[in-house]
């Protein structure tokens, strides 16, 4: 059994016009607002992720092994800046969640997934659950 976790993707609109933007598929915007909301909120850093933890790296830390997310557009707004989930099945483990709470930040956290039960653990827990591990 795998437990959903569901993610809001705000500002998805941003972040498809920029990438279209990049691949040379869609012409900037004219307008200069417009054309600093796309870069601004558009950032790939900004668009939520989970990652599961498969132990320990030398250049970033930890392992992580990215799951591929199912993004749902039910919900979404005229123009998709709001109301657009991604939806992520996880079996048992640990992950990594970037979570995109307001337009300007972000919120990086632990999760444990046990019995399709997700709980949200802190680092100490992780480093504990490596130690274990290995």
């Known amino acids: 059994m795998r437990a959903v976790l569901k993610l809001e993707v705000i500002a998805d609109n941003h972040l498809q016009h920029r990438r279209l933007i ?3 598929k869609a012409p900037v ?3 200069m607002k417009r054309y600093i909301d796309v870069l601004r909120y558009g950032q790939s850093k900004l668009h939520p992720w989970v990652a599961r933890i498969t132990g320990r790296d030398s250049r970033y830390g930890l ?3 990215f799951v591929k997310g199912q993004k749902d557009y039910s919900l979404a707004n005229s123009v998709g800046s709001r109301g657009v989930y991604e939806y992520f099945a996880l079996t ?3 992950y990594e969640v970037n979570a995109r709470e307001t337009w300007k930040r972000t919120r990086r956290y632990f999760i444990l997934v046990e019995n399709a039960e997700i709980t949200e653990v802190g680092r100490e ?3 504990q659950w490596l130690g274990n591990a290995i």
Do not use: F, K, S
């Open 22 to 24: 990049e691949q040379g």
């Open 29 to 31: 915007p004219l307008r």
């Open 63 to 65: 392992a992580r092994e």
């Open 92 to 94: 048992d483990g640990i």
């Open 125 to 127: 827990e992780v480093e």
